[in-house]
């Protein structure tokens, strides 16, 4: 293994009923924990998301609303899902823009604390497209020199993006092998919140990115103007985003 672990990376992956974070669910997860020592675990769920999933969807992934029927909401996998990434590092294949916030919204929707704080995060599709911009089944035959069999099901889609960003670390000299390193390489850029409502200026304060006070610090506009505080909480926004901003008015008040 190239990849140097201090702590365990688990690599994940979601089918879900669509790409709307705040709105969309999960229909299936996948999660490859691999260890300092280079032992690996793995598991994956079928969810049942309640509510249909659209045979747009399912022609991607190939699940459909009978598949899941059977299957366990995902509040109920969610203390097992929450139990196996503790403590470790998080990555996948585009995860800090999709897989990531939907899994976030999901816990949180679960009542289970997610504070993305505790979590390094890596990308391999952000590292193969600054690299070789390209895609999943492109990254696996130009780092790995495997042709991806069964693409979009998200176990052999967790396995190959662990080997992409193993290979991705042999590859390129001036990468990182530490996750720490990888984790601040994969990133477009630094957001507080998943979904990138929520920048940070110079001064590592937060402001907004969206809206009639776009580019302002947060604190100073909930100083003056708590209901945009409301407007946003009763919102389309993700959950998430929501927590992330009830924390900041926390501190204002300050």
Known sequence: MNLKLYKPLCIFDLETTGTNVAK????EISILKVHPDASRESRTWLVNPGMYIPKESTA???ISDDDVKDSPKFAEIAPKVMEMITGCDLGGFNSNRFDVPLLAEELLRSGIDFDLSKFKLVDAQTIFHKMEPRNLTAAYKFYCRKELTNAHSAEADVLATFEVLDAQVAHYEELPNEIAGLSEFSHHSRFADLAGFIAFDDDTKEIFTF?????QR?????QKDLGYYGWIQNADFPLYTKKVLTGIQL????
């Open 218 to 222: 947060v604190k100073d506009v909930f």
């Open 211 to 215: 809206g009639k006070y776009k580019g």
């Open 24 to 27: 969309d669910r999960i229909v």
């Open 60 to 62: 991607v992934h190939g």
């Open 251 to 254: 501190r204002s008040k300050f």
